[in-house]
């Protein structure tokens, strides 16, 4: 019964109009389900050239990065999955730990036969690059994260102090009972409250989000990112204690109104060579707040080769 709701919702979804999209792909993109890890991924993949990884985060999927993926196509290949439960992907009952969705990643990138690759990730989507950056450093050429912290990384838990986070502890049964079909409800808390423009994430794209967050699966998945934390802080602390920081150059950007300089601050405690960088006129939600802004430092580290 599950899976006949998610085909139907699916199947709704997409029967809605091009108004509850954010930012298009370019036409030229496909997409594919690969099944990886007990999971299937959902991936969109298009351009050529060396290969580009962007992962997302909460309020998000990979629809996020479609700017983003304009601009890079032209000269890369560039690959961007739902993350596990999230978007549409599969959503599992386990392994929303990073280490494992490292694997996850690991699998999308095998399938498509690459075997190394630039990493852009938001969010969430940066703890899960650095878990695979972490476990394949061989394959990570250069590492680009925005606008959030790593569990176990640099000051982690003075960050979870602020209130702001409070999401981070809020997940269970009755936490999914009290969203459920008031996903963009709950969505619109973190889009209003971490923006410095929330006017710029349209209404279009507010609903898109939720449609997505109200699959079967996919509150329980987002929760379970966060609940997952504590074991992504001592898998991280480990693999610095054993193997040291990451080796790859790494862009650690920060929105203006946000993170900002300290996104640089923090990953100077998990990478040797660590360039910082601040989207301007931006909160949290980059690719909504300042695309342009956020393609071109992207771009420019990409380009920055020895």
């Known amino acids: 019964m599950l899976r006949i709701a998610c085909a139907l919702i699916v199947a709704w979804l997409f029967a809605v109009p091009a108004l509850a999209q954010p930012a298009p792909f370019p036409a030229d993109f496909r997409t594919e389900d690969i099944p990886v890890n007990g999971v299937t991924m959902h991936v969109r993949v298009g351009g050529h050239g060396p290969a580009v990884v962007l992962l997302h985060g909460f309020g998000d999927t990979g629809d996020m990065w479609g700017p983003m993926a304009s601009d890079l196509e032209r000269d890369h290949t560039v690959v961007v999955p739902d993350l596990r439960g999230m978007g549409l992907s599969s959503k599992p009952a386990t392994g929303f730990?990073?280490?494992?969705?490292?694997?996850?990643?690991?699998?999308?990138?095998?399938?498509?036969?690459?075997?190394?690759?630039?990493?852009?990730?938001?969010?969430?989507?940066?703890?899960?690059?650095?878990?695979?950056?972490?476990?394949?450093?061989?394959?990570?050429?250069?590492?680009?994260?925005?606008?959030?912290?790593?569990?176990?990384?640099?000051?982690?838990?003075?960050?979870?102090?602020?209130?702001?986070?409070?999401?981070?502890?809020?997940?269970?049964?009755?936490?999914e009972r009290l969203v459920a079909g008031r996903e963009r409800i709950y969505l619109d808390r973190f889009y209003n409250d971490f923006a410095a423009h929330p006017e710029r994430i349209t209404e279009a794209t507010r609903d898109h989000y939720a449609r997505l967050y109200a699959l079967p699966g996919a509150m329980h998945s987002s929760f379970a990112q966060f609940a997952a934390f504590d074991q992504d802080a001592i898998d991280n602390r480990a693999f610095l204690a054993g193997h040291g920081k990451l080796p790859m150059p790494v862009?650690?950007?920060?929105?203006?109104?946000?993170?900002?300089?300290?996104?640089?601050?923090?990953?100077?405690?998990?990478?040797?060579?660590?360039?910082?960088?601040?989207?301007?006129?931006s909160g949290h939600w980059i690719m909504d707040e300042n695309p342009t802004a956020t393609v071109a430092l992207v771009r420019a580290f990409l380009e920055a080769r020895p």
């Open 97 to 175: 730990d990073k280490k494992t969705q490292a694997g996850d990643i690991a699998g999308v990138l095998d399938a498509l036969k690459i075997q190394r690759a630039d990493l852009v990730t938001h969010d969430i989507g940066n703890m899960v690059g650095f878990a695979f950056a972490s476990q394949y450093p061989n394959r990570v050429t250069r590492f680009a994260l925005i606008d959030a912290p790593v569990p176990g990384v640099g000051p982690w838990e003075e960050i979870l102090k602020n209130p702001l986070l409070w999401h981070f502890r809020f997940g269970g049964p009755d936490m």
């Open 251 to 281: 862009l650690a950007l920060g929105g203006e109104k946000s993170f900002g300089v300290r996104m640089a601050e923090i990953m100077r405690a998990g990478a040797v060579d660590v360039k910082g960088g601040v989207v301007p006129d």
